[in-house]
């Protein structure tokens, strides 16, 4: 038996590698390495791949940057966005040359956003071109948000979440659900990521995480350290990012367990860590924001939302605005710089105005801090995005995305000032 396993393109208005890696892809890798199975891995998303070789595409110091990306045609459901639509990723003839004169028995790719379904297609149709005998298996975030959609598109089984068991039978009888990233498949890494919890306590009505893992736990973060010990000793790599969706809860047993793992390995002061998941800004005591510093977290990501405490209660009440003062003032402290920590505002959450989204950028921006503008997408499953795309009959998930709905709730122009204030504000 032979898998493929492919992280297909993406077709959106805007894509950068901010950190990007297909966490759950790689875990299978993983599973099908320890059970000796023979397979391929393709990531279209691959910035370390060859063909990127000669193209002038700067990478930051923390392995961030620009993907190779191809303007095409607008679907006709995006005409009225006064922006273009490109493919981003490896082009499709050099997936063709390196999969060219095998064949497989199963075709496992891997979503993400809900309204990346472009890419999705693109492969599953390159798959019944080319190995028409290869079964089709659809997993991730979006197949598990729409899993009919997925099935509707060509896919001949969905994994939802870590429902494994619907491969029973199949003779692809794996569960990667408790396996670490696979990075041998990458001939060159510049970061990884990592993630030592599962799931979030939280339930905020916008937010799928309790959809995609129903429970919170910490994982075995002795392996963890291992990992991270092993791709720095092996690999070189300095920067380490947390996928967790709830990193600071759970500390005892996680971060604290875990910076004592890499202290025994003498790690802590080689490597470094990142939070673009954002952290939760209640946690952030003045013990928790000098251990951070200790720990060697080089940027930190705060999810803030919105500076408006009756949109914060209605969605999640999981900070208040005096909770962020207290916060950043523990992080300044503690030694980051305001350059180092970045706060999230949401940008067209519903029932958010226009004016409080600028007032959350002028207030947030006075304290020297970054300010990041987080374009809000209506997630299927979801109190508010189930409500805000049945209220606007969204049924093409296209029209979910995070460019296109704010544009819907605000205009292009509205959308554009506060883009630009953001910006202009960051200069000051």
Not at 241 to 254: C, K, N, R, T
Not at 363 to 371: A, F
Request: with cysteine.
């Amino acid at each position: 038996m032979k898998v493929l396993l492919v992280n297909p393109p993406v077709y959106d208005f805007a894509l950068y590698d901010f950190w990007l890696k297909p966490y759950g892809l790689l875990r299978i890798a993983s599973a099908l390495r320890n059970q000796g199975m023979d397979f391929d891995f393709f990531d279209f998303l691959d910035r370390g791949h060859n063909f990127y070789e000669n193209l002038k595409l700067k990478t930051d110091t923390y392995g961030r940057g620009k993907f190779y990306s191809d303007e095409v045609k607008k679907p006709e459901v995006l005409s009225f966005m006064r922006r273009k639509f490109k493919r981003y990723g490896i082009p499709l003839s050099v997936f063709l040359e390196e999969i060219k004169g095998n064949s497989y028995d199963y075709v496992l790719i891997a979503t993400g956003m809900t309204y990346w379904y472009i890419g999705v297609k693109e492969i599953i149709e390159v798959t019944e071109r080319l190995l028409p005998e290869a079964k089709i298996v659809v997993g991730g975030v979006a197949a598990t948000l729409m899993p009919v959609f997925y099935q509707k598109l060509g896919a001949d089984i969905v994994v939802r979440g870590d429902d494994w068991d619907v491969l029973t039978g199949s003779g692809l009888e794996i569960d990667p659900s408790n396996e670490l990233p696979l990075y041998d498949v990458y001939t060159k890494l510049n970061y990884a990521v990592i993630r030592i919890t599962e799931g979030c306590p939280l339930r905020c009505l916008y937010c799928a995480s309790s959809i995609l893992k129903p429970g919170f736990r910490v994982s075995d973060v002795e392996q963890v350290a291992d990992l991270v010990e092993q791709l720095y000793n092996k690999r070189a790599i300095r920067d380490f990012v947390f996928y967790d969706d709830a990193l600071l809860y759970g500390i005892d047993e996680g971060l604290l367990k875990f910076f004592k793992e890499l202290e025994e390995r003498k790690l802590i002061g080689k490597v470094r860590f990142h939070t673009p998941n954002a952290l939760h800004v209640r946690k952030i005591d003045e013990d928790t924001a000098r251990f951070l510093k200790k720990m060697g977290f080089e940027t930190i990501y705060l999810g803030v939302e919105t500076i408006n405490p009756l949109l914060l209660k209605q969605v999640g009440e999981k900070l208040s605005f005096s909770d962020l003062e207290v916060a950043l003032m523990n992080l300044k402290m503690a030694g980051f710089e305001g350059s180092q920590i970045t706060a999230y505002i949401l940008l067209g959450l519903p029932g958010q105005d226009f004016e409080e989204v600028e007032e959350s950028i002028r207030v947030l921006s006075k304290y020297g801090i970054n300010v990041s503008l987080s374009e809000f997408s209506p997630i299927p499953g979801t109190p508010v995005g189930d409500q805000a795309i049945n209220s606007l009959n969204l049924k093409d998930p296209l029209l979910t995305n995070n460019s296109v709905f704010p544009t819907l709730l605000y205009g292009f122009e509205r959308v554009n000032y506060l883009k630009n204030l953001k910006i202009n504000l960051s200069r000051t």
